[in-house]
Nanobody, 115 residues
Framework: QVQLVESGGGFVQPGGSLRLSCVASGSLFRNAVMGWYRQVPGKSREFVATINMGGGITNYADSVKGRFTISRDNAKNTMYLQMNNLQPEDTAVYYC????????WGKGTLVTVSS
């Protein structure tokens, strides 16, 4: 059974930090490149970051490069997104998925950045 559960979102002021977590079912997670994506209501979902199976190769959208860090713990089937220096334009619902994505999506976790 496919499972994607995101958590860790919340409200933060500009310049603040949050750490998102994604727990995925083992069959999905172990042998997959994984990624974080985000969506603002009324807009298309966009790529944020990806990480390869071993965790040594990462890729970031230009808008988050230098501020966000993606990581994974394969023993826990968990992926993380450390977000620093958050800005209002980072406000969105954040999702995790494979890369390339599959049709199933979790509920996401809402990040709100506002003063």
């Amino acid at each position: 059974q496919v499972q994607l559960v995101e958590s860790g979102g919340g409200f933060v002021q500009p310049g603040g930090s949050l750490r998102l977590s994604c727990v995925a079912s083992g069959s999905l997670f172990r042998n997959a490149v994984m990624g974080w994506y985000r969506q603002v209501p009324g807009k298309s979902r966009e790529f944020v970051a990806t990480i390869n199976m071993g965790g040594g190769i990462t890729n970031y959208a230009d808008s988050v490069k230098g501020r966000f860090t993606i990581s994974r713990d394969n023993a826990k089937n968990t992926m993380y997104l450390q977000m620093n220096n958050l800005q209002p334009e980072d406000t969105a619902v954040y999702y995790c998925n494979r890369f390339p994505t599959m049709n199933y999506w979790g509920k996401g976790t809402l990040v709100t950045v506002s003063s």
